[in-house]
């Protein structure tokens, strides 16, 4: 079994200020991440999670902007405890449609966080010596170290998404013809699954988010690239493109969920209509995550602190 799956051990939640504007507790926001995580791909229909929730109940837009610092700040003094201990590592994988906000979720969730203790990776279109070798190579290769928060601007999952949308690009990967039969996108699946679990039996906590983007908020979206020149930078014709594809592409990723989801590597379905909720559910999953190792300073051992005293000792005795 791995050696870490979610809702093991104590969580320990500890509010940093501004408590009277967080109104949710503990309780409420587990009870939130809960709701998007998807941890078997038995019944997952990608029709039954809607890209416009907001959380109901459990989370409003005025306690939004507040909350999110506050758990930037939660995910920021984890992170202290995640480095020093060196003994795991968080992935963070995420995937969506252009325009479902990748790149602004992971740029203000990871705002507080330290530099040194976080690796962002950004997957384009595979070069010469990725389609060399095989699918998994090139993640594999930018996996974080023990003690760091890893992030995947898309990632392997590429693999059984767009490749499997536009097949023809499996010729570019020099595979023997008998390998690329009808069988491939299943037998693709069963590897990541395997070598995910590989993973979380190497002291990898491994989080998915599907950023889940309406098909009408993605032209909304667009069009306001289109519209202002600030932004035209961001379209590219290539998206339009992709975005006929559309109904292929929410097959592929309700059968990639569908078949990689697992308690050790869970998915998370989170609705990206609102840019404000995503980053919201996003941060405390991450917390979770963290907080469910029971991450402590590393303890000291008497050699150790025999040094530390030998070390005070001589810094006192020097004159001047």
């Not at 998206?239 to 006929?244: K, T, V, W």
């Not at 569908?258 to 405390?284: L, S």
């Amino acid at each position: 079994m791995p050696l870490w799956q979610p809702g093991t051990g104590r969580a320990r939640m500890r509010r940093v200020g501004r408590e009277d504007v967080i109104a949710m507790s503990e309780k409420r926001l587990r009870k939130l991440v809960d709701r998007y995580r998807v941890t078997s791909g038995k019944g997952f229909r990608l029709k039954d999670h809607d890209p416009a929730d907001t959380g109901g109940p459990l989370v409003n837009h005025a306690e939004s902007e507040a909350m999110l610092a506050d758990g930037v700040r939660r995910l920021a003094d984890l992170q202290e405890l995640l480095y020093p201990q060196d003994q795991w590592a968080l992935l963070c994988v995420f995937q969506a449609m252009d325009a479902a906000g990748k790149d602004g979720t992971i740029k203000h969730v990871m705002s507080g966080v330290n530099p040194q203790g976080v690796f962002v990776a950004s997957f384009k279109q595979p070069g010469p010596e990725d389609l060399s070798h095989d699918f998994l190579w090139r993640v594999s290769r930018e996996l974080p170290q023990r003690g760091q928060i890893g992030v995947f601007n898309r990632s392997h999952y590429e693999e059984v998404l767009v490749v499997r949308v536009h097949p023809e690009l499996l010729t570019r990967q020099h595979l023997p013809p008998a390998l690329t039969g009808k069988k491939v996108w299943k037998q693709r699946l069963e590897d990541i699954a395997s070598y995910e679990q590989y993973l979380s039996r190497q002291g990898f906590v491994i989080l998915k988010f599907f950023l889940h983007l309406s098909r009408e908020e993605q032209k909304r979206r667009f069009l306001e690239r289109l519209e202002t020149p600030d932004k035209n930078w961001k379209f590219s014709a290539a998206d339009l493109a992709e975005r006929d594809h559309w109904d292929e592409y929410m097959t592929a990723y309700e059968e990639a969920i569908a078949g990689t989801a697992a308690p050790y590597a869970p998915w998370f379905v989170v609705p990206a209509d609102h840019k404000w909720f995503t980053r919201v559910v996003v941060v405390e999953a991450m917390i979770a995550a963290l907080e469910d190792l029971n991450l402590h300073v590393p303890d000291v051992t008497a050699e150790q602190r025999e040094k530390l005293a030998a070390a005070k000792r001589a810094l006192e005795a020097e004159k001047g």
